[in-house]
């Protein structure tokens, strides 16, 4: 162990483009590095834009036990293996139609996160990129979905860069006040309660396991990650994170398609 971490308590990581490959698996090597990492005594939590559904399978494939994980960017945070919830924030359901309402008007790609479910309004490319990105399974309501009564954990847009850059022009003045507005992906913009984060759900659970934030390092590699990078005592952010979260980390890792964060943690935790 790096002397300089001896006093870590607690490490969270970010599930994709930082703890997954890009083939949303996790290796063999990773997993026996925080089996190390978790017999040593220090907790561990993954923090992810994810719903339980999609988020579960990589934390039991991890055998950690019933670990709590922050889910829905910090807007859920709910044991692997009971489903128990400790935490959960929602969004107002008036801002989640007046955000469809919009959508429909400018005819951009929104799905919606109730009760552990995916809802979307129909089969297009965006529903097929993230099954497969995340494993999740879709339902498509067509437009029961613009009025649906229940209150969502998140929604999530996705387009290209640029659509993502002008759905942000468009919401931002409108619901920007009501909902946090957050990458985690270049293609993918969480809207999510807002005051909802990462890093308030990570303060949440150091509060839970008595642990100081000055003794939690964090892993990320997107905008949804600055909030946890900025708090923890030590962040790493892995090499291919945005320019941006490499500017706010205190440290680089390596490529997440090269276990970027087990071989840190192995040089300088184990």
Sequence with gaps: MNPSFSHIKMVAIDCDETLLHSDNTVSDYTIDILQKLHNKGIHITIATGRMYQTAKPIGMALQLGNVPIILFSGGLIQ??????????????????????????????????YVDDRLLCHHKNWQTDHYERQTGAVAEFLGDVLYTYPKEPNKLIAIGSKSEIDNIIGLLA???????????????????????????RALENLSERFDVCMADVISFGNAENDISMLSTTGYSVAVENATTHVKSIAREICGHHDEDGVARWIEENLL
């Design 173 to 199: 003045p409108l619901v920007g006040n009501e909902v946090t507005l957050v990458r985690s992906q270049n293609d993918f913009l969480e809207i999510i309660p807002q005051g909802v984060s990462k890093g």
């Design 79 to 112: 044991e692997l293996e009971t489903g128990r919830k400790l935490f959960e924030r929602i969004v107002p359901i008036d801002s989640v139609h007046r955000i469809f309402n919009i959508a429909k008007q400018y005819d951009f790609h929104v799905q919606s």
